[in-house]
Each structure stands twice: as C-alpha cells, then as structure tokens.
C-alpha cells in the first residue's frame, strides 16, 4: 500500500499559488478552475472530506471518505477548531491531533461561566477584545494558531514510528496564512502585524495598512511554502499526494478583508495540485472542493464527480456557478479576471442551482467558542 497524504490550507488564494515554488516544484502547476463551494471553514470541508455540498456542519463517520482508505495507519492533525471531533472530522483515524480546550484563557474562563446569548456575556466578550487590543501595548502577541512546522514534525515522527513501511495515510491541515497575517520574518512585530490585521478586518485601515496587510499575507504563504519543502523532502517520491485550500481570501477587493459571504473569484477560486492521484486533476476542465473524496480514492463519492464541467457554491442564502472561464453570481457573469461577460448557459445552471441547494449553516448558527477561537467573535 502506497502512502498517500491530503494536505489543505487556510484562506489561500489561487493567485497566490505562485508564491510557492518549493511546493510548486513537487506538485506541479495549480489546476486552473478548481472552486469552493461555500465561503468559510465549516461548509468547505464537509465537501473537501465528506464528498457533500454545504449544509449541517460537519460530517457523519459513513461520510468521511477516510473511512474508505485500506492503510494500516490514519492520522490527521487538525490547526483549526472547526475541524475537530466535535464536527466528526476524527472518524476513520487511528490518530487526530485537534486543537485544545482547555478552557485555560481568560475569554474562555469567562465564557465558562455564562450563557454566549446573555447581555453579560457580550459586555464580558467586548471587555476581552479591548484587552487583547491593549495588550501588545505591554507584551508580544503570540501566534493564535499551531505553526506549520509543528505540525510537520509531529507528522514525520508519528509515522516513522508507527508506519515504517509507509503504509499510512495523513491529512494534515494548515492555518497559514489565515488571519492574523503574523509571519515570522515580518518586517514589523507580531503584535504589530495583528493590529494591523485587526484594523483592516474591522474597516479602519489606512493605505499604509493595506499595503502592509497585503505584504504580510505573502509573507504568511512564503513562510507556510518553507516548511512544507521539509514535509515533500520527507515522503516518498511515490505517495499520493493532494493539496488543495478550503477558501481564498479577499485583500481589500470591493473594500473588503478576509472571507465573508461575498461569492466572489477571490474566494471560491482555489488552489488545487497533486501527485500520484488516481484521477489527474488535469483531466477535467473544472474541478470543485466536493470532487476530492472521488479524485483521491478513484471512484465517486458522495455527491462528488471524477469530471465536470460547471462547479456550484452557496452560502448565507447567495449562490454561485462557475466554469472554466466564467463566473456566475447576482451581480452577472464575469470573467474568472473580473471582466463583464455572458454566459446563457451558465445564468441557467446558476437559476437551477439556486433552486435546488441545500442552505448551508451561517456563522450565526455555529458554537460561539469556536466561532471565538478564530477571530469571528
């Protein structure tokens, strides 16, 4: 048995695919029409792992297309509280490594003793997001999530102890360049590249923190890119490999910063790549995140596809369809370049789709300490 390793990101936009070479050498070029099919975390990985257009958060242990894998040893490390056995994103593994909940912070010391509905409980949760403001004011930030290096050497550890004959299966998920845009080698401090972040988010940042936003996100994914030419240094010229991002990311398009519900390129358009994959990405024009079950195991799964020609998206009750030159939303066809286009076909592929979709869970409806833990809150 091959070994074979699925490796996502974090708000990594497709245009930022260039910016790794060392992943780009191992993997090859980015597949060009490759699309989200919602906007955020939650629903996108229900399609990236369960094979399933957004709806419910979370899969079921019948869904999850690991279960379906025959190596001896599953394990997957997950950055990103969403993705956690809270949401059924353990079964099928041998081993899942999620982040905390320790419940050892001052906002979840506070949230432990009241309801996230009540009044106190809001006035508490402001309290706590001016602290946090204050606090590089006295002491460095620190990263809010796992960085990529741990995470690999946990990775490159666990299966040389238990799988030394390279029979295993990993999924390993990465929360660079997620916000807050805080790498290493910033030309500014981490508590300095948060506030940064943090005003651009919030609709108060300047030029100045535009272009030092957008400066610090390639940052984020030049850093990611260093510490997974470790990890493809490491496998076997053999395993199979896919690497793919759950969302892109806006970096001030239409005023905008990080990913909301705006169904837009820069969001749904992803980076896709692999190696060795039973299905060549390549032999379909248009590829969607609720096709990697099927491309990675060989065989349809869920509601996903070995070739299409239009991919769907859907999220807080808006809806898109895109091909490999056109994108479809309320707003009218575009050009994947932004350019004022039309496409017949693809408006009524986009009216039966909106039809037809299931309504996907809205941020509103999520657990608010998970909803905290990333920033949303």
């Known amino acids: ?50 094979g399933l257009y957004p709806g419910q958060p979370g899969v079921a242990p019948e869904e999850s297309f690991v279960s379906k894998l025959d190596h001896r040893h ?3 490390i997950s950055t990103n509280r969403f993705l956690s ?25 506070v949230a432990a003793n009241m309801t996230p509905q009540s009044t106190v409980y809001g006035i508490a949760s402001r ?13 460095e930030a620190s ?30 998920h990465f929360m660079e360049p997620h916000h807050p845009y805080n790498p290493d080698d910033a030309p500014v401090s981490r508590t300095e590249a948060q506030q940064v972040t943090r005003r651009l988010l919030d609709g108060r940042g300047s030029e100045a923190d535009a272009e030092l936003g957008r400066e610090l996100y390639r940052g984020e994914v030049k850093e990611l ?9 490491s496998v076997s010229d053999e395993t199979r490999v896919m690497f793919c991002a759950d ?5 001030g398009e239409y005023g905008e910063w990080g990913h909301h519900a705006t169904m837009c390129p820069e969001i749904l358009r992803v980076p896709a790549a692999g190696r060795n994959l039973p299905v060549d990405l ?9 096709d990697v079950p099927s491309v990675f195991l060989g065989a349809e799964h869920g509601d996903g596809a070995l070739s299409r020609d239009t991919a769907f998206a859907a999220s807080n009750g808006s809806h898109a369809a895109m091909n490999a030159k056109h994108f479809a939303s309320a707003e009218g066809i575009r050009t994947l370049e932004g350019e004022t286009a039309t496409n017949r076909d693809l408006e009524n592929a986009l009216e039966e789709w909106a039809a037809t979709a299931s309504e996907p869970v809205s941020k509103d409806q999520l657990p608010e300490d998970d909803l905290e833990a990333l920033g949303y809150k």
């Open 282 to 290: 390549a032999s379909s024009e248009v590829r969607s995140l609720v």
């Open 247 to 251: 969302h892109g990311e806006l970096l």
């Open 143 to 172: 990263r809010d999530y796992r960085p990529a290096a741990e995470v690999i050497d946990e990775f490159l550890r666990s299966v040389a102890v238990e799988a030394p004959d390279d029979n295993w299966f990993g999924w390993l």
């Open 127 to 139: 309290v706590y997001n001016a602290y946090q403001s204050l606090r590089g004011t006295v002491q």
């Open 85 to 109: 056995a809270r949401y059924g994103y353990d079964a099928g593994f041998d081993r899942f490594v999620e982040p905390d909940r320790d419940g050892n912070s001052l906002k979840d010391r």
């Open 225 to 233: 890119d260093d510490r997974l030419a470790h990890l493809w240094d």
């Open 74 to 76: 599953k394990m997957g």
């Open 1 to 50: 048995m091959k070994p074979a390793l699925l490796v996502t990101v974090d708000s990594l936009r497709y245009d930022h695919y260039g910016y790794m070479p060392a992943t780009k050498s191992f993997l090859g070029d980015t597949h060009p029409a490759t699309f989200a099919t919602n906007t955020a975390t939650p629903s996108c990985f229900q399609s990236i792992i369960g």
